[in-house]
């Protein structure tokens, strides 16, 4: 193999894997529950007629000790069973060096490095060498932090095992921020990847990011305007019942209907018909987002204030506030918006802030 740094140098996904209009669709489970769970929702969603490849986890990295951690091994002779059943080639977190052997042996078709895992250069290594010289496929998602030589490097020692099937995942990163989303998308790294990367295939992981099927559309959209190359979706037949991610995961009849609403809004944005009604549903979500923003930046407010009143500071402090402003302006011209705009804006956050933590004071010294 040449250097890790040649071009042409990832398979694309077309040459091996059977696309939906130029679509990668990646779904499936969380993880396997049972023959049955994975047997019903695999043919389900085999029938929508949109699937390239069915998602299972085996093993589970679960973040406490004491929880439904999958059921192993024994999984992996349903996953040829099933694959024998659709014709769906299947995919299998492998989190370890025999993971991977174990996959090689069942004829899995293709294993993915969790974000848990591409966060250890050390476990990637010896995955790496589990596979070496095989060409096994690999799907490598994004570490918990948003590290993107970490994620190169993944690639690489991949790369570098003689697996050049690989496909990168955004499935977003871990935060203290309060946001919606279970895992932040930061765009900016799956973008800075595909400039170091130019021919990788990249894919979104929604379900992880959004951590709540209520925002899965919306994640989904933003990453086909971002002209990613598909989608890995967590499916179950009955999500209500998944004994991982439940909140997250759809059916296969939803996972239809977003990806038929995410092909049609596709067609008519290439079509440069963007209609005003899609961009309206995208100011709405917009405007969603925002407000929640302001009701968590107030709420936070207020907690500082309570802060201060304890320590007798004053409402008012000008040198955090023009400290504050004057960082604010600086990202606000990264984004390339207008610092007259931004100042109104920054005034009027100041103000309410200032309001509600009066309001606070006055009440308590009420009390
Ligand atoms: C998964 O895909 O089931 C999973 C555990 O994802 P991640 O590694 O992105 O958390
Ligand atoms: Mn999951």
Redesign the pocket.
């Known amino acids: 193999m040449s250097s890790a740094a040649s071009v042409d140098r990832f398979v694309p996904l077309a040459d091996w894997l059977s696309l939906h209009q130029g679509l990668l669709l990646v779904a499936g489970p969380?993880s396997v529950e049972s023959f049955d769970q994975l047997q019903n929702t695999a043919r389900q969603l085999a029938h929508t007629g949109l699937v390239s490849v069915l998602r299972a986890?085996v093993w589970k990295p679960r973040s406490r000790p004491g929880q439904f951690e999958g059921v192993g091994s024994e999984a992996l002779p349903w996953l040829s069973r099933i694959r024998a059943g659709t014709g769906l080639p299947v995919a299998v977190e492998a989190a370890r060096p025999d993971h991977a052997e174990l996959c090689l042996e069942h004829g899995i078709d293709i294993i993915w490095l969790g974000a848990r895992t591409t966060v250890n250069p050390f476990m990637v290594q010896e995955i790496a060498n589990a596979i070496r010289g095989t060409g096994m496929p690999v799907m490598i998602k994004n570490p918990v932090s948003p590290d993107l030589r970490l994620w190169t490097g993944a690639i690489e020692r991949i790369l570098m095992a003689g697996s050049n099937k690989i496909i990168a995942i955004h499935r977003g990163f871990q935060t203290h921020q309060k946001t919606v989303y279970r895992n932040i998308p930061i765009w900016e790294i799956p973008l800075g990847l595909k400039a170091v990367m130019p021919d990788l295939p990249l894919i979104c992981d929604p379900?992880?990011i959004a951590g709540d099927k209520r925002w899965i559309a919306e994640v989904a959209k933003q990453s086909m305007h971002l002209q990613m190359d598909g989608l890995m979706t967590?499916t179950h037949y009955k999500p209500s019942e998944a004994r991982?991610?439940p909140e997250q995961q759809i059916t296969p009849g939803e996972f239809r209907d977003l990806v038929e609403r995410l092909l049609k809004w596709k067609g008519s944005e290439t079509g440069m018909s963007h209609s005003l009604e899609s961009l309206r549903r995208e100011i709405d979500e917009c405007d969603q987002k925002l407000l929640e923003l302001l009701a968590s930046r107030l709420s936070l407010s207020r907690e500082a204030g309570r802060i201060k009143r304890k320590q007798g500071a004053d409402i008012l402090q000008p040198g955090r506030q023009q400290d504050l402003f004057a960082d604010r302006q600086q990202r606000a011209r990264v984004l390339g918006l207008d610092p007259g705009f931004v100042e109104r804006l920054l005034t009027l956050l100041h103000e309410e802030s200032v309001a509600v933590q009066s309001l606070d004071r006055e009440r308590r010294s009420k009390q």
Request: proline letters at 0%; aromatic letters at 0%.
């Open positions: 969380c986890g379900s992880h967590e991982t991610d």
